[in-house]
């Protein structure tokens, strides 16, 4: 077991996003941010672990925390929608712009296997709803407003 303290390489955006869920889990049960020690998940177990300086160990069931993280990466690809904007639909297909890097990436909301809805990384990879998904439901949404106007 390797605890975050012990790592050598740089934490990546999810570890970031892992430490600031766990952190905010400790807020909501009055314990502060300087108070933690270490942080693990036993896997056979499934429980994350915050250990305390004080020597006080506080276990949170995974499947709860993994929700948790799961709607706070949901917000985080809400907010980078913004980024993206659709440019062409073709039926049931609609090609999305990502403004921060100008690559267009394809997004087909109807596929049954979430993993193949739209072409990035982060869908094909994660299996996770993606900005550009994000994107295409805002822009469903203007639509159906707009003709409910007219």
Same mark, same amino acid.
């Given at each position: ?12 955006? &999810? ?6 869920? =766990? ?6 049960? !009055? ?10 998940? &036993?896997?056979?177990? !499934?429980?994350?672990? =915050?250990?305390? #300086? ?31 904007? =659709? ?6 297909? #609609?090609?999305?712009?990502?403004? !921060?890097?100008?690559?267009? #990436?394809? =997004?087909?909301? &109807?596929?049954?296997?979430? @993993? ?10 994660? @299996? ?13 949404? !203007? ?8």
């Amino acid at each position: 077991m390797t605890t975050l303290a012990q790592r050598k390489s740089p934490l990546t955006n &999810h570890q970031r996003g892992m430490i600031a869920a =766990v952190i905010n889990l400790c807020e909501d049960f !009055s314990i502060a941010a300087n108070d933690i020690w270490t942080i693990y998940v &036993h896997e056979e177990t !499934s429980v994350l672990w =915050v250990h305390l #300086y004080n020597g006080a160990q506080l276990p949170f069931d995974c499947d709860w925390f993994r929700e948790e993280l799961n709607n706070l990466r949901l917000q985080q690809r809400v907010q980078k929608a913004d980024e993206c904007k =659709v440019i062409a639909v073709e039926g049931k297909r #609609y090609t999305v712009l990502n403004t !921060s890097n100008n690559n267009n #990436y394809t =997004v087909e909301p &109807h596929r049954v296997f979430s @993993n193949q809805r739209c072409t990035c990384m982060d869908c094909r990879k994660r @299996n996770q709803v993606c900005k550009h998904q994000v994107a295409v439901k805002r822009y469903q949404l !203007s639509l159906s407003e707009t003709l409910a106007v007219r």
